[in-house]
C-alpha cells in the first residue's frame, strides 16, 4: 500500500540554522499538508499546498516557514532561522483530492530537535 | 473556533478485551467529519475510523466501532477483541466540511494492550 514518507527521521540542529525538512507524498496526490507536534501537545496544522501555491496556513506559519514541490514528487518545509521553540516532530502528510471529505494520509514524522 | 479534547491521557486493556475511547468536541458547525487516527510506536498516523456528522448511523470498521452523539458533541472509539498490536497513540481529529483543509486533533490517548 502507498505510504507517505519523510527524511530525515530526526535533525539534530543549532539555533538560527536553515533546515530542510523532506517528504514524498503518495504518488497520485494532489493536496499537501505539514502538521506538528511539541513535545505532549496537540498536533497543529500548519500549512496546506496544492497547485504549487498555499492554499491555507495557520498563524503558527509565519515567515521564518516555506513550502515548495520542488519536482514531481518531493514537497518540503523550510524553515530559515530556527529557534528553540521549533523542536517538535513535523508531520507531511497528502491527500488525493480536495475538500474536507477527503482522508489526509500521514507520514512518520522528523523529530527536529534546535540546540 | 473548534477544539477536541481527549481526556484519557492513558489507558491500558488486557488482551481479547474491549477498551473504549473518549472523544469530545465543541463546534457551531452542522456538517463536519471525524476521524480516529492511530499512531503505532515509531510509525506514521493511520487511519483507523472516520464519521460523517450528517450520517446518523455510527461507523463501523471491523473490531473498530464508534459511538457518535451529535448532540453531545461526543465521538468515542470502541475497540473489541483487543491485540497486542492495538498499542499505540490514539488521535481523535475533526474537520469542518467547508473552505478548509485543515484537521483539528486531541491530545491523544495511548493505549496499552497487555498480554
Known amino acids: 500500500e502507498p505510504e507517505v514518507t519523510q527524511t530525515p527521521s530526526h535533525q539534530v540542529t543549532q539555533m538560527g540554522q536553515e533546515v530542510i525538512l523532506r517528504c514524498v507524498p503518495i504518488s497520485n496526490h494532489l493536496y499537501f499538508y505539514w502538521y506538528r507536534q511539541i513535545l505532549g501537545q496537540k498536533v497543529e496544522f500548519l500549512v496546506s499546498f496544492y497547485n504549487n501555491e498555499i492554499s491555507e496556513k495557520s498563524e503558527i506559519f509565519d515567515d521564518q516557514f516555506s513550502v515548495e514541490r520542488p519536482d514531481g514528487s518531493n514537497f518540503t518545509l523550510k524553515i530559515r532561522s530556527t529557534k528553540l521553540e521549533d523542536s517538535a516532530m513535523y508531520f507531511c502528510?497528502?491527500?488525493?483530492?480536495?475538500?474536507?471529505?477527503?482522508?489526509?494520509?500521514f507520514g512518520p514524522g522528523t523529530r527536529l530537535t534546535v540546540l | 473556533a473548534q477544539t477536541v479534547t481527549q481526556s484519557q491521557p492513558e489507558m491500558s486493556v488486557q488482551e481479547a478485551e474491549t477498551v473504549t475511547l473518549s472523544c469530545t468536541y465543541d463546534t457551531s458547525e452542522n456538517n463536519y467529519y471525524l476521524f480516529w487516527y492511530k499512531q503505532p510506536p515509531s510509525r506514521q498516523m493511520i487511519l483507523v475510523i472516520r464519521?460523517?456528522?450528517?450520517?446518523?448511523q455510527n461507523a463501523t470498521e471491523n473490531r473498530f466501532s464508534v459511538n457518535f452523539q451529535k448532540a453531545a458533541k461526543s465521538f468515542s472509539l470502541k475497540i473489541s477483541d483487543s491485540q497486542l498490536g492495538d498499542t499505540a497513540m490514539y488521535f481523535c481529529a475533526f474537520i469542518r466540511d467547508s473552505g478548509t483543509y485543515k484537521y483539528i486533533f486531541g491530545t491523544g490517548t495511548r493505549l496499552k494492550v497487555l498480554a
Open positions: 464519521q460523517e456528522a450528517y450520517k446518523q
Open positions: 502528510a497528502s491527500s488525493e483530492s480536495s475538500g474536507s471529505a477527503d482522508t489526509q494520509y
